[in-house]
């Protein structure tokens, strides 16, 4: 096989391997939104937008998630706003209460958070976002012509999966610094590709049609 074929399919299935992480994602119900600290909560659908202006800039989300009964991995709540990716400095920021407590806050590049490591079917957390919609000018007008959309998913991650995910990809992104040609790097591609051939045919036939999870609430995007 020529190196760059090897290279393609590498890429292509550690992007694959990649995207079975999550096993189920599912929308988050019940979000209720209000102005910071005016505590008059209205419904708020999941995946819309908000801070479409200065009066809106601040608020807070509220939501109670429930594990399902058929989760049986981690458990984490995750949220995707149009913003991946970008400049945390000049996009949607959160702080993100669980039960009462800080827990952590998400931005652009941090957009999921863990619950449980093992999940308990129908255990409760009451989860509370103070949020930054970062629209006012010049921050807002200079970097998207749209407001930020809040979806917010609960979702049963397949922890073995991150790790292999992690394990491959660490040895496969260090050889690509490697210089065409390289002796190291050529045996690194095929010791790679081998290891993910111990995968099995019934694993690299999942693999060729992953579940990337919603992207307000519609399948087959990065969750």
């Known amino acids: 096989m020529q190196m760059h ?73 995750s949220i995707v706003t149009g913003r991946e990716g970008m400049w945390e400095a000049t996009n949607p920021q959160f702080v993100v209460w669980v039960n009462g407590r800080i827990e952590q806050s998400f931005d652009t590049r941090h957009t999921s958070l863990t619950l449980e490591n093992e999940a308990v079917p129908g255990k409760k957390y009451e989860i509370f976002l103070q949020g930054y919609a970062n629209v006012v000018p010049p921050n807002h007008g200079s970097h998207s012509d749209l407001p930020p959309r809040l979806g917010v998913y609960v979702n049963d991650v397949c922890e073995d999966v991150v790790q292999l995910c992690y394990d491959l990809d660490v040895p496969y992104q260090a050889l690509l610094l490697e210089p065409e040609g390289c002796r190291d790097r050529e045996t690194g591609l095929y010791t790679i590709s081998d290891a993910l051939n111990l995968l099995g045919k019934k694993v690299v036939l999942a693999l060729r049609e992953p579940s990337l999870g919603p992207v307000f609430g519609v399948k087959g995007g990065a969750a």
């Open 5 to 77: 074929q090897l290279d393609a399919r590498l890429r292509r299935m550690l992007q694959t391997l990649q995207g079975l992480r999550v096993r189920v994602a599912r929308p988050v119900e019940n979000i209720t939104i209000a102005h910071r600290d005016s505590r008059d909560f209205v419904p708020f659908v999941n995946g819309s937008e908000w801070g479409t202006d200065r009066d809106h800039d601040w608020m807070d989300f509220k939501f109670t998630v429930v594990t399902p009964e058929d989760y049986r991995g981690k458990v984490t709540v």
